[in-house]
């Protein structure tokens, strides 16, 4: 069973930044489909940013030229650095590994269907 730990939420003042990592026990050298997602109170839960095996990455319009995602397949860890956030990014992010490589599906492969395994979340929460 893939267990994945997120960390790094907080509390910030728009503008700021912050980096969350996520731990994956299982990470098959980097090969399956991984993401984050996030989700506040009443909306339903986004598709954030992924990346595929060779290191292509997705990013949602809503984030695009601020947040960036990346991989240390090393370490069997995934990142977000966030920059420049604003208060209507506050959510609990979650991190998400599919049971394929992102090639497998649809091109719209950041949507929560196609990912299988989820870590617990963290709270960010940006000010005004």
């Known amino acids: 069973q893939v267990q994945l730990v997120e960390s790094g939420g907080g509390s910030v003042q728009a503008g700021g930044s912050l980096r969350l990592s996520c731990a994956v026990s299982?990470?098959?050298?980097?090969?399956?489909?991984i993401g984050w997602f996030r989700q506040s109170p009443g909306k339903a839960r986004e598709g954030v940013a992924g990346?595929?095996?060779?290191?292509?990455?997705k990013t949602a319009d809503s984030v695009k030229g601020r947040f960036t995602i990346s991989k240390d397949n090393a370490k069997n860890t995934l990142y977000l650095q966030m920059n420049s956030l604003r208060p209507e990014d506050s959510a609990m992010y979650y991190c998400?590994?599919?049971?394929?490589?992102?090639?497998?599906?649809?091109?719209?492969?950041?949507?929560?269907?196609?990912?299988?395994?989820w870590g617990q979340g963290t709270q960010v929460t940006v000010s005004s």
């Open positions: 990346i595929d095996k060779d290191g292509n990455t």
């Open positions: 998400a590994q599919a049971r394929r490589p992102c090639s497998f599906y649809p091109s719209n492969w950041l949507s929560d269907i196609y990912f299988n395994y």
């Open positions: 299982e990470y098959t050298s980097g090969g399956n489909c």
